[in-house]
């Protein structure tokens, strides 16, 4: 469940961005079914790989936290 909330983050992030899965695994130097792995939600994205992705998308990690379910 948290993966795939994640996922979505980094997903909707990447689009208006204006990313292709391609173009941020390139920058991020991961494959593409890597990235696609944990948008899907089926890979859990470590503090490290939050905290790249967030730099690549010139966004705080904060920002690419999914917001709690109470909130």
Known sequence: ???EKWGRRIRAFRKLKGFTQ???AK?????VSLLGEIERGNRMPDEIFKTRVAYQLNISVDELT???EGE
Do not use: Y
Request: charged share 20%; hydrophobic share 35%; proline share 14%.
């Open 27 to 31: 920058q991020l130097g991961i494959s």
């Open 1 to 3: 469940m948290e993966a």
């Open 22 to 24: 391609e173009s941020l």
């Open 66 to 68: 999914p917001p709690d």
